[in-house]
């Protein structure tokens, strides 16, 4: 049941940020559902091969460079979700920033697992 809120409530900051970003677009609030699941599942399989690949560069970047991976993610949900678009790189990390900001506040509302 959690799983479920949790993923309504990134549909929720999708929406939010694609109406105040100006590269992100949104087709709908299901497109969002859409969107929230395959961030959630690139969260689960892809990241953590990403982390693996660019250890040493996140050691140097003393952490950063993990907001490029966000990006990454970001960008990649943008090429599955037909719905959904980001213009670019740098929009995709700052809607990788504020989504990371949105959840945080959201998901304290929820509580522990």
């Known amino acids: 049941m959690n799983f479920i809120?949790?993923?309504l409530l990134t549909a929720l900051a999708v929406v939010i940020l694609a109406k105040f970003l100006p590269g992100v677009e949104v087709s709908g609030y299901l497109t969002a559902i859409v969107v929230a699941?395959?961030?959630?599942?690139?969260n689960l399989l892809v990241k953590p091969i990403l982390v693996i690949f660019t250890l040493p560069v996140t050691i140097l970047t003393l952490g950063l460079f993990?907001?490029?991976?966000?990006a990454i993610i970001?960008?990649?949900a943008d090429a599955?979700?037909?719905?959904?678009g980001v213009s670019g790189f740098f929009i995709a990390l700052l809607f990788s920033l504020l989504l990371?900001?949105?959840q945080s506040l959201l998901f304290?509302?929820?509580g522990k697992d």
């Open 5 to 7: 809120l949790r993923i």
């Open 37 to 42: 699941l395959v961030i959630a599942i690139l």
């Open 66 to 70: 993990l907001l490029v991976i966000n």
């Open 74 to 76: 970001i960008l990649l």
């Open 80 to 84: 599955f979700v037909s719905g959904f």
């Open 100 to 102: 990371s900001l949105f």
């Open 108 to 110: 304290s509302l929820l």
